[in-house]
Structure formats: C-alpha cells, structure tokens
C-alpha cells in the first residue's frame, strides 16, 4: 500500500517590538531596520519559507492608544504574505512607546483563540524584542511577561524569543523556558534548558530568525492511514526518487500514523523547492 505524506505547516504569529529603543543603531542600522532586513529582506527567513509557513504579525509598544490597541498593528496569518508583513512593518517604525510584553503576548493568545491555526498546523509565537519588559504604565517587571508565556503554552501555543542588543540573559532564558513548558528560574544556558536566542548584530539577527523558523518547519509527515509500528523497517520511503534508510533517514511514530524524516534527508526535506515524498508498505503492516 502506498501512502502519499503529507507536511506539518506551523502557524508562526511575529510579535515585534517597536518601542523607542528599536530606534537605536545596531551596527550600522536601526534595532528596527535589522529586523524588517531579517525577515523580509531578499534572504529574510519569512521572504524564503512564506510558502510552507502561516505567517502573521502583531507590532507592540506603548504608544498604541489606549493601550496596547493592536488596531492597524497587525496582519491575519497566511501562506505568501511576506509583502504585505514587509508593508505593515515598514509603515510602522518606532515612536518613542514603552515594552508592554505580556499585553502584546496576551493578545496574540487571544487571536491564536479566536483565529485558530488550520487543522494540524501548531501554533507558535515569535517574539523579537531589544529591552525588558513593562507594562502600558510602565510597571511590571519580568514577571507578567514570564507568566504570560506559560499561559500561551498551557494554550498549546510555543513561544520563541530573540533578544536584540544585550537584553538579560536571565529574562531570556526564563521566556524560553516558560514557552516550551519548561521551569523558569533556571541559570542561563542549563543542560536541558530551552535555547535563546541574543543578537548584537544584524548578520547574527537574520540567523538567529532563520534558525528559528527553519526548525519550526517540521519533518514530521502525517499518513492517511495507520502502520503497525513493529513492522515499520519493511516499509519503503523515497523524497524525490530517492530511497531513504530506516532507521536513519526516515522512523515511524509509535501512533503509527507519522513518519519522522530526520537527519541530513530533514535538511534536504526542508530545502527542497517542491518536495514528494513516497511510503509503501507491505499490506501486512498495514493495520488501517
């Protein structure tokens, strides 16, 4: 029986900060322009994946009245958006406003609710900011934005965060944490802890977003069908003609229903213009 994969696409929201520091010079550039060059520039993370990613955007600072209004601050998530986020941004720069996070974040939780990503695209957040956090009357502290990250993921929603010019590895790391599920309060860089990411130019930007957003580009492909997983070494996977190893370059998800493409064939899986991907199995082993 031949099955035909099918890809996992994300919905990844972009929370931007433009609070007035974003203005600031950052080798050569503003914080704000080296964001816009990273995403969607010519080599942008979002310009290159636009077409297997749901991209939205959500801009934050505390000059949006009454705040935090998102009012004209953002663009709904969709495939081959990255102009019109391009634009968005743009018609947007900073304007002397504070950094309420954990509103900004509260509020992409709440559209991620009223909006929700496509049948089994996850829901991810990705949050770029160059200072610590407040709130709209500029109090707070960290702690509303960590606690506003752990809801998101008690939500089923992921939050990754890049840190521009220097922001306290503390805070970044317990955002990180708390995004993917982890304990917060943990030392900066721990075994086991969630990765951030710190940028101090504007080369070191642009990889750190495409690290992110090219590892949320999954080589997890769903099948419309169910494989007994004991038998799963006697089926055969090829990409793009190509036979892959078992065990290697390709495994079976204990549900019997994923294949997990890992290895250098995930890199080739994600690179690939337009990908195809072909699972045969014996009729044996195949359970439904």
Not at 39 to 44: D, I, T, V, Y
């Amino acid at each position: 029986m031949h099955f035909a994969p099918t890809k996992t696409t994300p919905s990844i929201e972009l929370l931007i900060d433009r609070s007035g520091s974003m203005d600031t010079n950052f080798g050569g550039v503003s914080r704000f322009q080296a964001i816009q060059n990273g995403l969607f520039g010519a080599s942008g993370a979002v310009a290159a994946h636009q077409h297997e990613v749901y991209f939205g955007e959500a801009m934050f600072a505390g000059d949006q009245q009454p705040c935090l209004s998102l009012g004209g601050y953002t663009s709904p998530r969709a495939m081959t958006n990255a102009s019109s986020l391009a634009t968005l941004t743009q018609n947007h720069p900073p304007n002397n406003g504070s950094t309420p996070t954990a509103d900004a974040l509260d509020q992409v939780v709440a559209d991620f609710a009223a909006h929700p990503p496509p049948m089994g695209s996850p829901p991810l957040i990705l949050l770029a900011t160059d200072g610590l956090p407040n709130s709209c009357d500029n109090s707070g502290g960290n702690g509303p934005s960590i606690a506003s990250t752990q809801h998101a993921y008690a939500r089923g929603i992921r939050t990754y965060i890049v840190g521009l010019a220097g922001v306290a590895d503390q805070y970044l790391q317990d955002v990180a944490n708390a995004g993917v599920g982890k304990s917060v309060g943990q030392a900066p860089g721990c075994a086991g802890c969630a990765p951030y990411y710190t940028t101090n130019d504007p080369s070191a930007l642009s990889s750190a977003f495409a690290q992110i957003i090219g590892g949320a580009i999954s080589c997890d492909l769903n099948i419309t069908g169910m494989v007994d997983p004991t038998q799963a070494s006697a089926g055969t996977v090829t990409l793009d003609g190509t036979p892959l190893s078992y065990g290697t370059d390709w495994t079976l998800d204990p549900n019997g229903m994923t294949i997990h493409i890992v290895g250098s064939a995930c890199t080739t899986l994600k690179t690939a213009a337009n990908p195809v991907v072909d699972a045969a199995f014996p009729c044996g082993a195949v359970i439904q």
